[in-house]
DNA sequence: ACAAAAGTGTTGCTGGTACACCCATGT
DNA sequence: ACATGGGTGTACCAGCAACACTTTTGT
């Protein structure tokens, strides 16, 4: 039985191609580290059907803007922040996820610095939750969280994209609970400071902590040009 | 100096917010193990733009259908394969990325047992390539096929989807064959068996290869409930 | 008999884990 | 002086890498 030829959209000019009304947007996850704890800043939707309820930050893409750029531009009108950590996740589209439409959404995850960032807080409801605490969140975002979650924990394992969330200058302390918190386990504080140091990513920036109220800590920087040159090196192993 | 409020498509009725004609596909990269070498399904492009190269099989996803049903019916009506393994990998947003318009596109991995499937040959000009014989594409389908590469070399590491590329029963030396291929890198025959073996994932078929002419190996098969079973004790390390 | 690939063990090295005591600072 | 967390070393164990010879089958 001969099957009649399958449309395809790289062989069809576009112009014969049905069409129909979609909405294309981008939601950010953005992650913050704040007194301990991760966090993600959300806005409150005042959508009827999810009013009162969370939401992630996002917007339309625009005719003429690349997806990255939509995502970045999301970021930057709602933080203030220029070049922070930013990267494509996901994209979810089941039919009814959104109640006004068909809304395809791609997720972005975007690791920000909480102190550097000026939040226009009153003008846009905006807050940071601890990801902890959230339970139910508008539309498919509580999803689209649990999804980014899982890729913040999966990457910074792959890539030392973990600083991004700390200061410039952080101690080791800061460090390991970051990651404690991130991945919900608990490390041994020796063996953390011995396999942190043999990475080779840490620049000792020969400060100390201040007004804490302990023996202070030595301050590191994440070592750029030492992670560049490592990378020109690195290998890929067999893992189950 | 106050900002106007942004728009949120979260937040906005959709009615209110700008719309345009967009295009939405997905394009399928299709894997395939043949002959001792990693292949990918493609099809001739007849698009004047792009005439004579190859793209990806892709199609528009309708107005009522999920994205990842979209990707599952291209393999389908392509194949005449169900139930392969299928996964998306990333979404290509760029503003110019289909001279016939906006179109934003969502890549899928799939893998497949090339025995399995039926092509559609004649009727679709649907051909296996090596995937290092591959130099050009039409569109940006060269990067996304770049992009799934990358993540297939990943997922294998992470996860035991390789065992969908072979035949129920197989060699060790076909397993390691395409590891190899796939990765790029040779590994020692003692030492592959031996961390295969402590897997626990393979089941020994009790049963010899055929008409080879040198000495039969045993035949293994990928053993689903075990691995069902160590999914559900397994750990997060740490790594950089 | 020859060609081709299967099958098999040991050793050394590297990296992870478990674990306890003294030190510097603020209150 | 006390509370808090900083800083350090060692011993054991597991997993990885390197490495060579014998066996089975087809021709």
Known sequence: MKEARKPNINTTPIELMPSFQFALSVDCV???YDQDVLKVLLIESDLPAYK????????LVRPNEDLDDASYRVLRERTGLTGM????VKTFGAVSRHPAGRVITTAYLALVNVRDHQLKTLDNALHWHAVSDI???????????????AALQRKIQEEPIIFNLLEEKFSLRDLQQLFEQI?????????????????GLLKDEKEMEKMVR???????????KAYE????KSFVGLQF
């Open 30 to 32: 953005i992650f913050g």
């Open 52 to 59: 009162g309820q969370w939401s992630l930050l996002g917007d």
């Open 85 to 88: 950590f930013l990267e494509q």
């Open 135 to 149: 339970k139910t969140m508008a539309f498919d975002h509580q999803i689209i969280l649990n999804t980014c979650v």
């Open 183 to 199: 991945l919900g386990v608990a490390f041994d504080r020796r063996n953390f400071r011995k396999k942190l140091f043999t990475t």
């Open 214 to 224: 302990h023996r202070p800590g030595k301050l590191y920087s994440f070592d750029r």
């Open 229 to 232: 040159q490592i990378k020109r």
